[in-house]
């Protein structure tokens, strides 16, 4: 009769069945030192250290908006924010794009409707996480459904690409969209489009509702760049 055959590989139980283990007995690289996680690569197993910053990259929050709202959105608009009066008091690395073209409520350089990052500021690898909570004017039974995409802001919604889930939001109940940006390493366009909306029910930010607005982009994770 047989028995404490199992082993994991060169360590073998003792009389008793106990096995005693390390990291270095069940992984192929090196153990993970303090702070550290050990996380899949593309062919093995590797460590890597757990970034306890994150750097602001933009906020925007407004007060009491003078937004009209005679400008309604339609399916496939950016959603667009005011830029002209402090609004945006974190802008750092994005530029902002101003609300013009056939995709937008109302064209004016007072507000912006789309956020453009060049390649040069976040190289192949870098992740940025987009929120916003929507202060969009309501009429009563209406309803928006947001959702953060990549692509050129005066082209088209269905050329472009989804970085998050869409966000459904009423005159009573609010939501959060949130888009993780994964940089290639190329110039980008990055846009908060409206994917529903009730016909002629929601307009741009107008008085006491665009307080609970709120836009902001955080840098997670930081790519290399390449030198030739």
Known sequence: ???????VNTQVPSADGTIQLSLDDIITVNSPA???LLQKSDSDWQTKSLSSTTEKLLNNSDVNSPGNTVYKYDIGD??????????YNILNKITLVNSSGPH??????????????LGSNFPSGSKILFRAVVGAFRNSGSNLTVQWYTGNPNTNIVYHTPIGPKAYSTENYGATAFGLYKSTGFTQYVSLRVVDVTTNGVAISSGNIASIQQITAKQLEWGKKCFV
Do not use: D
């Open 1 to 7: 009769m047989s028995h404490n055959i199992t082993k």
């Open 34 to 36: 303090n702070g550290q």
């Open 78 to 87: 950016n959603y667009i924010s005011r830029k002209v009066s402090g609004e």
């Open 104 to 117: 937008v409520p109302v064209s004016t350089g007072s507000w912006s409707m789309a956020y453009y990052l």
